[in-house]
């Protein structure tokens, strides 16, 4: 959705959809928007309570059907489990994904990572597609004039262009874009607590043939988890940027972060969108 300053301003229900890394500010502007007249739709939790809740308590109960204790209740009924997920908390969705690489260290199979590789991009792809309907939910149901859809960092790698036009037609493209002291923050915290990520399929095998060589490993099963997403992750994230750069220029704006860092107030974020547009 292309718009000027004075027609974005003249919208009685607006509609975004938050472009940018994990971490660099998307979920922080969402909840100070939540305090207004905002439906705060975050992609992320809609793929770990609808998409993903299955496989994620499937995998958790193979885990705890190894201990006797909690296999013997969990055969004869006597406990349950069951997901906690907030906007806030999506360590379920995180540790569903995993890393590839050694079993001893906590690492998937290439089979398995692989495989929940796929089911993640599917979820994701299934939530972006649930957005227009949310967007009739958060008025008719709720009373929320307005909508933000907190896309996942990962929503530039789905290639799919039809979803794309899909939520341009329903909502504007709002990338925050990270300046370089922020992004050094970003892969520094990555450094500090690797933790698990979408990759392409094609950038996944390129990027973990390159790693295993650099390494001489002959095997997946010899790569340290850890030590993998924190190579990566500086690659993942510079690869990141052209795409996200590319969805904004055809759909949307770029606002930026030491901008965004500044905003209290729903005047202010509104203020900051109408200086891009």
Not at 37 to 44: E, L, Q
Not at 53 to 69: C, G, R
Not at 84 to 97: A, C, R
Request: with cysteine; aromatic share 12%; proline share 4%.
């Amino acid at each position: 959705m292309k718009l000027n300053a004075q027609e974005f301003r003249d919208l009685e229900h607006k509609s975004i959809t938050l472009l940018g890394m994990s971490g660099v500010g998307k979920t922080f502007l969402s909840n100070i928007l939540r305090k207004s007249d905002w439906f705060h739709y975050s992609g992320d939790y809609r793929i770990g309570t609808r998409y993903l809740n299955e496989p994620i308590l499937d995998n958790i109960k193979i885990k705890a059907m190894q201990v006797p204790f909690l296999r013997d209740l969990l055969r004869s009924d006597s406990i349950y489990i069951n997901n906690n997920i907030t906007i806030d908390n999506l360590d379920v969705v995180s540790s569903f994904l995993g890393k590839i690489g050694d079993p001893e260290l906590g690492g998937l199979p290439l089979e398995e990572f692989k495989h929940r590789q796929q089911l993640f991009n599917d979820a994701e792809v299934a939530a972006m597609k649930d957005v227009p309907e949310f967007i009739k939910k958060a008025r008719q149901i709720y009373g929320f004039n307005h909508f933000i859809n907190d896309a996942g960092g990962s929503i530039c790698e789905l290639e799919d262009d039809s979803l794309l036009d899909m939520l341009a037609e329903n909502t504007i493209f709002i990338y925050i874009q990270a300046n370089e002291e922020d992004e050094k923050r970003l892969i520094s915290r990555a450094t500090a607590a690797p933790k698990p990520m979408y990759y392409r399929a094609a950038y996944l095998d390129e990027q973990l043939g390159i790693y295993m060589q650099e390494n001489d490993l002959e095997y997946v099963a010899m790569v340290n988890p850890d030590e993998f997403v924190r190579w990566v992750f500086p690659r993942l994230f510079y690869s990141r940027i052209p795409r996200y750069e590319e969805i904004a220029q055809k759909y949307g704006y770029t606002i930026k972060t030491e901008d965004l860092y500044k905003i209290k107030t729903e005047s202010d974020f509104l203020a900051l969108v109408e200086k891009a547009l």
